[in-house]
C-alpha cells in the first residue's frame, strides 16, 4: 500500500515509521525545510523557550539510537 503522511512532526515520523515496518511504501511531506515541527524552532511553531519536561533518557522513541551520553 502506498501511504502519504501530512507533516513531519512526531506524530508524522513515528506513524511513516511505524508503516515502513508494516511494509507500506510510504512518502512523508512536510511544509518546513527541516522536520520537527513545534519542536524546531525555525519553523515558527514553538515558543521561543518551550521545553519538554521528560527525560531524554526515558522519552525516546523505541529503536531509534540514542546520540547522547
Known sequence: MNIAIIGAGPAGIISARNAIKAGHSVVLFEKNTRIGEI?????????????????????HYTGFPRRYR
Do not use: K, L, V
Not at 514553538?46 to 519536561?53: D, F, H, I, W
Open 39 to 59: 519542536w524546531n524552532p525555525r519553523s515558527g511553531g514553538a515558543y521561543r523557550n518551550a521545553c519538554m519536561q521528560n527525560s531524554r533518557y526515558t522519552f
